[in-house]
């Protein structure tokens, strides 16, 4: 039996379920029309393991896409109050955009 938790910010995407619910799910024919993808995770990330799959998945589909890891905890992201290594993962974010722009 497969048990998901209700999504109640995101009832307007549909059943939990639908692949939009999850990016992990997504089909592999779309995955191959991403553009470059980066993606930023703290070791302590509640969503650290299927980060690291999710980058895996899309590097396999042929996926450009960087990985930036870093010490600390979600959301953590942009946060120079807490965390120098939330600016890092911003800059680095916006060094690998400006490439492809």
């Given at each position: 039996?497969?048990?998901?938790l ?5 009832t ?17 024919a ?9 993606i ?15 980058h895996e998945?899309l590097?396999?589909?042929?996926v ?9 905890f979600?959301?953590f ?7 120098r290594f939330?600016v ?11 490439k492809?722009?």
């Amino acid at each position: 039996m497969r048990y998901t938790l209700p999504y109640h910010y995101s009832t307007s995407v549909g059943s939990t379920d639908d692949w939009r619910q999850k990016p992990f799910d997504t089909p592999n024919a779309l995955l191959k029309l991403f553009p470059p993808t980066y993606i930023v995770l703290f070791t302590h990330d509640i969503m650290y393991d299927i980060g690291i799959l999710f980058h895996e998945k899309l590097r396999r589909q042929g996926v450009h896409t960087g990985l930036y890891i870093a010490p600390g905890f979600h959301g953590f992201y942009g946060s120079d109050r807490w965390s120098r290594f939330g600016v890092e993962a911003v800059l680095w974010t916006a060094q690998n955009i400006r490439k492809h722009t």
